[in-house]
C-alpha cells in the first residue's frame, strides 16, 4: 500500500448549525487568522465550522484553503469538492475553489483530474490567465507537452508587458497555433 496516496476522508457532520450572524463573525475570525499567519488556529477553527455547516459552500471553501496554505493537500480535497457541488459561492470564490482543486489535484499527482478540471475552469473562466497558467502545467504532467506550450505561449502573448515580446507577439501567437510550422 502507498501510504502517500491521497484518502478522502469523511468530514465530521453536525446537525447544530450556528446563526447567521454568528456564523458570518466565526467564518471572518477564521480567514483573518489565516491572512494574519495563524494557519493552524485557522485551520482548526474553520474545520470546526465546517462540522456545523457541513453544506456551506463558503465555509467548505475557507476550510480546503485553510488546508492548503498549509500543506495539507490531501485533506483539502473533500472540502474544495463540497464547495463546488452547489451554490453558495461567489464567481470569485468559485474561480479559487476550481484553481485550487485543480492545482491540488496536480500536487498529488493527479494529473488527468488536474487538466479536465481545469480545462473546465478555464472554459469558465477564459479571461484568467492563472487557470490557464496552471491548466499548462497539468497538461505537462499528463504527457500533453505540445498543448501546454501552446496554451503557454498563447498566454504569454496575450498578456505580456515585455516590450521585446511585444514586439513579437503577432509571431509568438501565430507560432502557438502552429508550434510545427516552418518558414
Do not use: C, K
Request: proline content about 6%; overall charge negative.
Amino acid at each position: 500500500m502507498n501510504d502517500t496516496a491521497p484518502v478522502s476522508r469523511p468530514l465530521p457532520v453536525s446537525a447544530s448549525g450556528p446563526a447567521p450572524e454568528e456564523r458570518g463573525r466565526l467564518l471572518a475570525e477564521a480567514v483573518a487568522l489565516r491572512a494574519g499567519g495563524s494557519r493552524e488556529e485557522a485551520r482548526e477553527r474553520l474545520v470546526a465550522l465546517a462540522a456545523r455547516l457541513p453544506g456551506d459552500a463558503e465555509v467548505a471553501y475557507q476550510t480546503a484553503w485553510a488546508h492548503d496554505v498549509l500543506g495539507r493537500e490531501a485533506e483539502a480535497v473533500p472540502y474544495y469538492e463540497i464547495a463546488l457541488a452547489g451554490p453558495g459561492l461567489t464567481p470569485d470564490d468559485r474561480r479559487g475553489a476550481l484553481l485550487g482543486l485543480g492545482s491540488t489535484y496536480r500536487t498529488l499527482g493527479r494529473y488527468e483530474d488536474a487538466a479536465a478540471l481545469l480545462g473546465r475552469a478555464a472554459e469558465e473562466f477564459p479571461e484568467d490567465g492563472a487557470l490557464r497558467a496552471f491548466l499548462a502545467m497539468a497538461l505537462y504532467n499528463t504527457g500533453r507537452h505540445h498543448d501546454s506550450v501552446r496554451l503557454l505561449l498563447t498566454l504569454l502573448a496575450a498578456t505580456s508587458e515585455d516590450p521585446s515580446v511585444r514586439e513579437y507577439r503577432e509571431a509568438i501567437a501565430h507560432y502557438a497555433r502552429d508550434l510545427d510550422a516552418t518558414g
